[in-house]
C-alpha cells in the first residue's frame, strides 16, 4: 500500500481528492487549515484521514504533526493564480512547510499540481523546489470538468434557463477537458518513485470537444426542456452571463481564465512510461454532474 499525504484541500481539486483518492492500495492524509469550515463545505462522503493543520502560520499542530513510511506528498496548487505576487509568496510559504513536514516522515518525493493559467508563473516554484533539493515533480494538468467544478456551476445556471445568450467564439472554442475522477485515477497509477525526477509534465483530457458541445451534453442529463439559442457580440455576452443568470464574480474570472489558457497539451512524456486510460467525456457527463 502507498501512503500520500495531501495538501490543498481548500482547492476544488483538493476539496474532491479527500474524497476520491483514497483507495484499499492508496493510503491518503490530508491537511486542512480548518476541519469544521472544510466539513461544512464538503458535499461527498470524505474518504481519507484529516488533520487540522495551518501550513502558513504553522502552530502547535505543524510542529507535533507525524505520519510515518510516507511514499509522496502531492500538494494541489492553493492560490487563486501564482500571477500575484502576494498570491506567490503565500503559495511559496505553504509549500515549503508542506516539504517540511514530508521530510520528518523520511521522505523527499513530492507531486505539486498545477493548472494550464499556472504554466508561464512556475518558476519561482521550480527554483524553491530546487533549493530545497527535493526530488519533485510538476504536473500541469489542463480545466477538470466533473459534479461542481467551475464549467459545471455555470452550465448548471445556465440550464436553468429558457433562452441562452452566447459569444460564438467562446461556443465554438475547442478544448481538452480532464473527467475529474480520470485525474485521481492517473496520479494512483503513475510509477512516481524513480520517474519524472526534476521535470514538469503535462497532463490533458484525450476528447477535444467545444464548450457548446460540452453544455449540450451536460444538458442531456439535468434538463429535459428545448433551449433558444440566442447569439450576441462579446460585451452583451460578459453583461448577460453575470447579469441574468445570477453567476457571481469568482466563477466568472475562473472561466475567463480557462478560456484564455486552455490549449490541446502534449501528454507523451508520461505515456512513454505508464499508459493510462481515459474515461469517454459522454460517459463521465453522465456520471459525475
Not at 35 to 61: C, H, M, Q, W, Y
Not at 111 to 127: C, G, K, Q, S, T
Not at 204 to 227: A, C, I, M, P
Amino acid at each position: 500500500m502507498k501512503k500520500v499525504l495531501i495538501s490543498g484541500l481548500n482547492t476544488y481539486l483538493g476539496r474532491r481528492a479527500s474524497c476520491y483518492l483514497q483507495t484499499k492500495d492508496f493510503d491518503v492524509t490530508g491537511l486542512v487549515r480548518n476541519l469544521s469550515i472544510f466539513n461544512k463545505i464538503v458535499k461527498e462522503k470524505v474518504t481519507a484521514r484529516l488533520f487540522e493543520l495551518d501550513l502558513l502560520r504553522k502552530g502547535p499542530a505543524y510542529d507535533n504533526f507525524q505520519i510515518s513510511n510516507l511514499n509522496f506528498g502531492i500538494y494541489f496548487t492553493q492560490v487563486p493564480t501564482l500571477d500575484n505576487d502576494i498570491q506567490l509568496q503565500l503559495e511559496l510559504l505553504g509549500l515549503r512547510n508542506f516539504v517540511e513536514i514530508c521530510r520528518r516522515a523520511g521522505n523527499n518525493r513530492v507531486i505539486y499540481v498545477a493548472r494550464l493559467m499556472d504554466e508561464h508563473f512556475l518558476e519561482p516554484v521550480r527554483n524553491l523546489l530546487e533549493a530545497l533539493r527535493v526530488q519533485y515533480t510538476i504536473v500541469v494538468k489542463s480545466s477538470v470538468i466533473g459534479k461542481e467544478s467551475v464549467l459545471n456551476r455555470i452550465f448548471s445556471k445556465l440550464a436553468k434557463r429558457q433562452t441562452i445568450f452566447y459569444w460564438n467564439w467562446v461556443a465554438s472554442l475547442k478544448f481538452h477537458p480532464l473527467p475529474l475522477l480520470d485525474v485521481y485515477r492517473w496520479l494512483r497509477e503513475m510509477p512516481w518513485e524513480g520517474n519524472f525526477i526534476s521535470e514538469v509534465i503535462y497532463l490533458g483530457g484525450h476528447e477535444e470537444v467545444t464548450f457548446r458541445n460540452l453544455f449540450y451534453q451536460f444538458l442531456n442529463y439535468t434538463s429535459d426542456t428545448q433551449k433558444r439559442e440566442i447569439g450576441v457580440n462579446k460585451f452583451f455576452a460578459k453583461l448577460l452571463l453575470s447579469r441574468f443568470n445570477d453567476i457571481n464574480k469568482e466563477d466568472i474570472d475562473e472561466f475567463r481564465r480557462v478560456l484564455y489558457y486552455e490549449k490541446n497539451v502534449d501528454n507523451s512524456t508520461w505515456q512513454k512510461v505508464q499508459s493510462f486510460e481515459f474515461t469517454p467525456l459522454k460517459a463521465y457527463v453522465s456520471m459525475d454532474t
